[in-house]
Structure formats: structure tokens, C-alpha cells
């Protein structure tokens, strides 16, 4: 049958009992006149499946550090990927903006602040509350370490810290709705949300829909009423919550504390009902962390136990640590590298290796500043992107800014090199390509390199579908990476303006300017600007 469609096949062969097929020069030829300049090409119509996916979920005691970074930008990344491939998506956060933890940054600030503010200390509000919660740890282990060198055991110096006390104690009267506490927690979240929006905004990340624990888990507790009252739960000598999950392989989880103030599940559960039913969801993905399997396993089985039917359309998109090279980070400890710090640091790296190459003087201050937030912003974004999200991985800040190696730089690069490329050629705005007579009209054979880019380029729609069904953006960042590798080798060995013919020059510039778009197209799923010229 293959034989008998000359029309797109022109030749085969077996090797060790593979079958080879040659595409014919009409089909790739007729491929590319029809997709050379379609900005959508690769993404599919809408499907009507409701997908939401969750990504980012800060706290509100602390900056975004850069393990937020690496979750922010696959659930962002993979949103837009369900999208190419025809979903209708919703982005959301949830908010951890309640609980102990946020507490002990309410309370370190009580104690130690003397009404000090952002805009009195000129710093970053997520900053300035995040160095609270660290003040507030190095308190408690100073209490503790007194405690325990006065004749307490850790375990009784625990409980009577004099700070944790109170800070309990916070956590009630929050709960309670004790109008000072929810004043101070209103101010202090005021200043957190303010400094999110500001990183949020400098890394292109949105969302459609955010969420806050202070209002989610309030449901979450409801649900866990219905569950005792269905037996689905049942409550321990001290009045606590808890579902017995061994049938299932998992143990025994706790819902609800015995004082009745929740814990992370709580709010999960609440959470989890309301996304569904208020969107209609086919699936709703999660974004966390790996460390994070268990908790996941346990909410769907939760939700099984509670007869919801969404129950099997929770999915766990869970990715491993990212670490730098100087290893591991301690948020309580304040050895966290923040996200600001970070994305100031490959800027300025972006900066140096630019400056370095020595082809910046034809471009204004502003450009340049502009052209320096696209290249490291895009570094870090394609560096921590490339990585199966399973993986565990280490970011090189260095590394990523390579202009020469499997970066982002790169990629951007080799997009700038083919529009200046383009713009030396002449090709007119808004019309398409210079007319330089048909495709090859049959008169000249495609070079290795040219069949292969053309090959390359047809693969794009197949590989979003490839990274949408493995909820893994670094199927098309390896892509763009290795599209971009072939077409410089391609370039390197066949000049466009000074082809052999003028059907030669045609083709080559057919290939150039789909290049350019597939490149373009694939760097905006991964959240990442194209640069006009580098």
C-alpha cells in the first residue's frame, strides 16, 4: 500500500528488521509551503476538557526562593502546553496564608519589630516578613538551648518555650477571629502579596484563579464533620481527627488537632471539592514537590472514602529538589536562596557574557536592559526546564547562561540569528517571503541537511502532544534545543542569500522562517521571550 502513495512516500529499505520509509521530496516540499508561516502550527483545536493546574502555592511567612522558581515554571509552562494541545485551562495558587508557621513570623514581629515596616526599612515586603520568621526561630533556639542547659530534656524544653507558647496561643485567637491577631495578620499578608505580585510579574508567571487556605479550610473542616458523622472518620481520647487508611496500604492520618484547629489535609480536602465543583474539572493537577507523593496518595484515597467522584481525576504532577551547587537550603535557618536574588544574579550574568561577545554597541540603554532580562530569565527558565520535572537536579547559574551549550541563550540566539538573517535577504513585512518561483518545482534534489530540518520542523506537533500526555515541558525544551543545533549546522554548511538558484534560495528561506516560528512558538510554552536581536 505504502508503494502505491508515490505522493508522500518515495522509497524504503529493512536494516536488522527495521523497516525504513523515505518520505518523498513533494510531500515535504508541499508540507512546508502550507506550514511555513503558521504561528499556530503544532497546536490543536479546543477540546472542551476542563483542566486546572496548580502551581506555585507560597507561604505567607517567607519570599519565593528558588524551589519555588523550578514549580512555578512547569505548572505555568505545562498549563500552556494543555492548552496547545486543545484544553481549556485554568492556572490557580493556593495561598498558604494560616497556621502555625505564619504565626511565628505575627509574632517575631509583635516582639522584636517596633512598628517597623517595608517602607520604613526600604525592603521588599515578602522579604521583610520572611526575616521575621527567621528572627522568630532564632529566638526559639535560643529558648531551647537555655531550657535544655538548665536540666530539660528537648522534649519538655519544647513545651515550654515561652515564644512557641504564645505563638500557639496566636493561632487560636486567630482562629477565633480575635480582631488584633486577624488585624495584624491582614497587614502583615498585605505586605507579602505585594512583594509576590512584584516577582510574579518580572518572571511572566499569572493565574486564573487563586485560593486561600484562610478561607479553603474552613470547608475542609465541614467535610470532616460529614465524615465523622458518616463513620468514614473518627476521633482519638484527646478529641482529634483521624482516618484510619491501612486498607489502602497507607496508615492512620490525622484531620483535624485535638484543640480543632487543622492541619495541611484540611484544607486540601476543602480545597479539592470546590476547585471541581466550582469549574467543572475533567482533572485537576497538582504541582508539588516529591516529597510531597504520600500526601497526595492519602488526599485521593481521603476523597475515595468520601464517596467523591472526582476522586480518580486528581493528578500529581510531582517534580524533584533543585539544589545549587553549594547545596542544600533551610528556609528556617535563612540560608534559602530567594527568588529576587537569584533572577538579579542571572541578569547580571546575562549582562557579562553579552558584553563579553562585544556586539552590543549598535543598541540603546533600554534595549540592552530589555535584551538582558529576556537572556536570564530565559536561562534559568529553559536550565530548569530541560530536566525531566522526576528528576532531582542541580541549577549552575553559570551554566545556563552558555550561549554555546544546551541553553536557553542558545535557542534565542539562533531565533535572532535567522530574523537577521531574514532582514539582510529582504523579506517584505506582513507578505511572506521574497517570490522567488515555486519550491524546487521538482528541478533540484533536498540536501541531508535541508530534508532533515524539514523532517525536524513536521515532528513539533507530535512532540506537544508527547510532552502534554507525560506533563513534561522538558520533551519540547529538548526539541527547540536540538532544532536549533540542526538548523545552525545547516546554516554553517548552505548560504541562504547566495543559494545556487533562485528555487534554492526559496526553499532555504521557507525553512528559515518556519524554523523561526517553531522556535518562537516553543520558547512561549516554556514561558520564554524571543529576542528580534542579539
Known sequence: MLKNNPHFISGYNVIKAFLNLVISEEA??????SNYNDICFGKKPLTHRKVMVEYSSPNTNKPLH????????????????????????????????????????MMAWQQFANGATPDSTHTKGDHFVGDYYVKFNDEYKKEMNQLVDSGKSNEDAAKESLIMKKTQKMLLDWEEGKPEIIELWNKMNGWVYKGFEETYKRIGADFDKTYYESQTYILGKEIVQEGLNKKAFYNKEDGSVWID??????????????DGTSVYIT??????????????????????????????????????????PFADHIVHLSYGMVELTTGKMKSREGTVVDADDLINEMVATSKH???????????????????????????????????????????????????????GPFVQYTYARIKSILRKVGEPSGSGLPATGDLMEGKEKLLTLERSLIIFLE???????????????????????????TFNSFYTEHSVANAESEEKK??????????????????QLLGMKVPERM
Open 506 to 523: 526559496a526553499l532555504r528561506l521557507h525553512i528559515a522562517v518556519m524554523t523561526a516560528t517553531v522556535i518562537k512558538s516553543a520558547l
Open 267 to 308: 484544607q486540601d480536602i476543602g480545597l479539592v471539592k470546590q476547585k471541581f465543583e466550582q469549574f467543572h474539572l475533567d482533572e485537576s493537577i497538582y504541582v508539588i514537590g516529591d516529597e510531597q507523593i504520600y500526601h497526595m496518595k492519602v488526599l485521593k484515597e481521603i476523597c475515595r472514602k468520601l464517596g467523591m
Open 66 to 105: 528558588l524551589g519555588h522558581l523550578r514549580n512555578i515554571f512547569l505548572g505555568w509552562s505545562m498549563a500552556e502546553i494543555l492548552k496547545a494541545n486543545g484544553d481549556e485551562v485554568y492556572k490557580s495558587c493556593i495561598v498558604n496564608d494560616r497556621g502555625i508557621h505564619i504565626c511565628k513570623s
Open 28 to 33: 515535504l516540499n508541499s508540507f512546508l509551503k
Open 245 to 258: 487508611l491501612t486498607d489502602a496500604g497507607l496508615d492512620e492520618k490525622l484531620l483535624l488537632r485535638g
Open 353 to 407: 557574557h553579552t558584553e563579553a561577545l562585544g556586539k552590543v554597541g549598535d543598541f540603546t540603554e533600554q534595549e540592552l536592559n530589555e535584551l538582558y532580562e529576556i537572556l536570564g530569565i530565559g536561562a534559568m527558565k529553559f536550565y530548569l526546564l530541560r530536566v525531566d520535572p522526576k528528576k532531582r537536579m542541580i541549577f549552575n547559574p553559570e551554566e545556563s547562561i552558555d550561549f554555546h551549550g544546551f541553553t
Open 459 to 485: 515532528k513539533y506537533e507530535i512532540i506537544l502532544s508527547q510532552a502534554a500526555q507525560e506533563l513534561n515541558p522538558s520533551v519540547v525544551a529538548n526539541y527547540v534545543y536540538h532544532l536549533a543545533k
